[in-house]
């Protein structure tokens, strides 16, 4: 089993910027095959925003492609969401995600809200 825990979170105004971590509860960043992140609003499904492989490619939903960027740190152990030009559409629970051959981590969620 592994926690995730999410950081990070808050409330910002539109155009503002906020960074998410995720720190899983082992050593497992640098080789866990997909990590990501994901985000729920309220009466909507959970979307997925970012994906990063153990290789490091990057993948991005639509909506968000240039302004966030994951990343790892995998001598922290540590996943991130930058999180730049925020809109309040972007506004939602994020969760963290970790694929592994064992099965699917998720973290307990951080709260977004972008208003001003």
């Known amino acids: 089993q592994v926690q995730l825990v999410e950081s990070g979170g808050g409330l910002v105004q539109p155009g503002g910027s906020l960074r998410l971590s995720c720190a899983p509860s082992?050593?497992?960043?640098?080789?866990?095959?997909?990590m990501g992140w994901y985000r729920q609003a309220p009466g909507k499904q959970r979307d997925v925003v970012a994906v990063?492989?153990?290789?490091?490619?990057?993948d991005y939903a639509d909506a968000v492609k240039g302004r966030f960027t994951v990343s790892r740190d995998s001598t922290k152990n540590i996943m991130y969401l930058q999180m730049n030009n925020l809109k309040p559409e972007d506004t939602a629970v994020y969760y963290c995600?970790?694929?592994?051959?064992?099965?699917?981590?998720w973290g307990q969620g951080t709260q977004v809200t972008v208003s001003s």
């Open positions: 995600n970790l694929a592994t051959p064992s099965g699917l981590f």
């Open positions: 990063i492989t153990k290789s490091g490619s990057t």
């Open positions: 082992r050593n497992i960043i640098s080789s866990a095959p997909m």
